[in-house]
T-cell receptor
């Protein structure tokens, strides 16, 4: 079945620095890879996603890279701001069979002003 | 509505009590998912509906958990004879699949269940 490992579990950076979170997975049938941001007391919110036919996607300060051969994908946040502080989850999903999202264990990002 | 709405936001139940958690998905969204999120962990899948059909309930941890979506819109997750290990945040998500492709899942704020 699907399994996804996420690292690091906590990450502290100075405002303006970059942050990188990595996830590895085992099921080669996975073809949709979203990243969610969860603030305290709220539900997860999609910040960026990528499909298996794309190697990289960028949206302003956020980018995601995908290496299907090595089965890992990463979230990159540049020019971090205090409001980026939250828990970030990677996830994956298949278009066939089991339709549920499988989530990583989360990374708590703290951006120090 | 503007987003996925869940009620109640907080629920305290005595051990052995039955609870019902409600989810109002985004209007028109075909797919509806329930997830359980324990403290400090990622959400874990419970069950999935496409319209009124429950297509996957493989994540339900025991037969005390039951979910329904009778008219293909509002869904209810029911937990019978609650136990302390049921304490968690229960998240509902909905999406509008495009053809056979997965698209963004929108999450509600969740219901925090505490069993005492």
């Amino acid at each position: 079945g699907e399994n996804v490992e996420q690292h690091p579990s906590t990450l502290s950076v100075q405002e303006g620095d970059s942050a990188v979170i990595k996830c590895t997975y085992s099921d080669s049938a996975s073809n949709y890879f979203p990243w969610y941001k969860q603030e305290l007391g709220k539900g997860p919110q999609l910040i960026i996603d990528i499909r298996s036919n794309v190697g990289e996607k960028k949206d302003q300060r956020i980018a995601v890279t995908l290496n299907k051969t090595a089965k890992h994908f990463s979230l990159h946040i540049t020019e971090t701001q205090p409001e980026d502080s939250a828990v970030y989850f990677c996830a994956l999903q298949k278009d066939t069979g089991r339709r549920a999202l499988t989530f990583g264990s989360g990374t708590r990002l703290q951006v120090q002003p | 509505g503007a987003g996925v709405s869940q009620s109640p936001r907080y629920k305290v139940a005595k051990r052995g009590q039955d609870v019902a958690l409600r989810c109002d998905p985004i209007s028109g969204h075909v797919s509806l998912f329930w997830y359980q999120q324990a403290l400090g962990q990622g959400p874990e899948f419970l069950t999935y509906f496409q319209n009124e059909a429950q297509l996957d309930k493989s994540g339900l941890p025991s037969d005390r958990f039951f979910a329904e979506r009778p008219e293909g819109s509002v869904s209810t997750l029911k937990i019978q004879r609650t136990q302390q290990e049921d304490s968690a945040v229960y998240l509902c998500a909905s999406s509008l699949p495009r053809m056979l492709m997965n698209t963004e899942a929108f999450f509600g704020q969740g219901t925090r269940l505490t069993v005492v």
